[in-house]
T-cell receptor
Framework: KAGVTQTPRYLIKTRGQQVTLSCSPISGHRSVSWYQQTPGQGLQFLFEYFSETQRNKGNFPGRFSGRQFSNSRSEMNVSTLELGDSALYLC????????????FGEGSRLTVL | QKEVEQDPGPLSVPEGAIVSLNCTYS??????FMWYRQYSRKGPELLMYTYSSGNKEDGRFTAQVDKSSKYISLFIRDSQPSDSATYLCAHPNTGNQFYFGTGTSLTVIP
């Protein structure tokens, strides 16, 4: 069974640009969550989508957005990039239960110059 | 105060040592806890989960929850170089939102 696939794995952008990251969940998983990981803050929850609906949202500015498609694939977008957005962005899929295990991808490492 | 706090380390031990990794949590209503392991350049993977108080053992790993002190621990017996990774404690919130500790980096020296 294929795992969670994230693309691109690495990318470099400059301040003010925007970026779109993609996530393909494990087949059959309807929940996709996004996390930002930085050395100082650890993993911080961005948002979760379940059956194309945003079910929960973390405490991030509106520059961070996402969506989920009918095939459960998800994208997240960051507009007007800032230096502080440099991080590893992790996507996780699950069956969607309350305490369901999260299956993470390898992440997309974003560097903002 | 963060919902889950974790000593970031780093922690370096010789092979065969017993390792203790610890977290504290703020909300006494939390009952379900998880430990994730993250190897370098990889995403986290679930190592163990435990519910409420007490111990849970899985091979060389033991997860322990002390609700009276709001303390979560992971013990690794007979540590191996392959255990070198970052260990993250976590608690699920609503809607599949998880609170994670910042992670403890562990290196096991052969």
């Amino acid at each position: 069974k294929a795992g969670v696939t994230q693309t691109p794995r690495y990318l470099i952008k400059t301040r003010g640009q925007q970026v779109t990251l993609s996530c393909s969940p494990i087949s059959g998983h309807r929940s996709v969550s996004w996390y930002q990981q930085t050395p100082g803050q650890g993993l911080q929850f961005l948002f979760e989508y379940f059956s194309e609906t945003q079910r929960n949202k973390g405490n991030f500015p509106g520059r961070f957005s996402g969506r989920q498609f009918s095939n459960s694939r998800s994208e997240m977008n960051v507009s007007t990039l800032e230096l502080g957005d440099s991080a590893l962005y992790l996507c996780a899929s699950s069956l969607g239960g309350v305490t369901g295990e999260l299956f993470f991808g390898e992440g997309s490492r974003l560097t903002v110059l | 105060q963060k919902e889950v706090e974790q000593d970031p380390g780093p922690l370096s031990v010789p092979e065969g040592a017993i390792v203790s990794l610890n977290c504290t949590y703020s909300n006494s209503a939390f009952q379900y806890f998880m430990w994730y392991r993250q190897y370098s350049r990889k995403g986290p993977e679930l190592l163990m989960y435990t519910y409420s108080s007490g111990n849970k053992e899985d091979g060389r790993f033991t997860a322990q929850v002390d609700k009276s002190s709001k303390y979560i621990s992971l013990f690794i017996r007979d540590s191996q170089p392959s255990d070198s990774a970052t260990y993250l404690c976590a608690h699920p919130n609503t809607g599949n939102q998880f609170y994670f500790g910042t992670g403890t980096s562990l290196t096991v020296i052969p």
